[in-house]
């Protein structure tokens, strides 16, 4: 049992580890540029070197970031009720929600740019188009599969429609919602790098943009890193979030 905990926690660190370290034996043996592809120790020497510059962009981007994806999160959350507390409203809205999350989020960026100047605006916007649908397809999900006979039972001890879709629809659906805040995040995170890789002259983007014109592969990898990790971090945040506040739908997983 300890054994098997000890794995469960440390194994992400573990595979990190192995894959940095054939990385950097890989690149190595084979003499590769760092041109091509930079080492672990190449990347993490420019990391420390251009540190500053790197904290700055990326803090942009971040705090970018949560603003579309905090706007995704209250669109997301009152689309999904609207849609999931009426069959007909799910059966019309779902095929055209599905039809533009199949656009690709980017071409909207020089449209925004247009509406909106280069900036700020473009990122988030973009951060929100891509992250939105997730949150919205996961609620609405969650309160149209609420089971009818549930739905009946309460009905006849005197529930209306409003309280079982708040009382009993939402509450069910939170699982739901947390897996969904998961995927979102990360894709908040492509498009405000997308975005400012196009429309900004700050953030990761740019600085990926700037890194390789310049030919700092290097560079360019830490900013990439950088991404990774701020997205990490949120998905741990939200995976916390969501053990401490819905135990009950994971009691299974508890026992092992």
Known sequence: MKNHKFLMRWSPWLLLLAIVLLWQTLTSAFQVSEFIFPSPARILEQTLEHYPVIAGHAWRTFWVTMAGFGLAIVVGV??????????????????????????PKAAFVPILVVWFGVGVGPAILTAFLISFFPITVNIATGLATLEPELEDV??????????????????????????????????????????????ANEGIGYLLISAGSSMQMGLAFSGLLSVGAMAMVMYELFSWVEKHTTAWAHRGSQTH
């Open 78 to 103: 009152l689309l999904g009720f609207l849609i999931g507390s009426s069959r007909v409203a799910y059966a019309a809205a779902y095929p055209l929600m599905t039809a533009f999350n199949a656009l």
């Open 154 to 199: 309460l009905r006849v001890l005197g529930a209306k429609r409003w309280d079982v879709l708040v009382k009993v629809g939402l509450p069910r659906s939170l699982p739901h919602f947390y897996g969904s805040l998961k995927v979102a995040i990360t894709l908040a995170f492509v498009g405000t790098t997308v975005s400012e890789m196009t429309a």
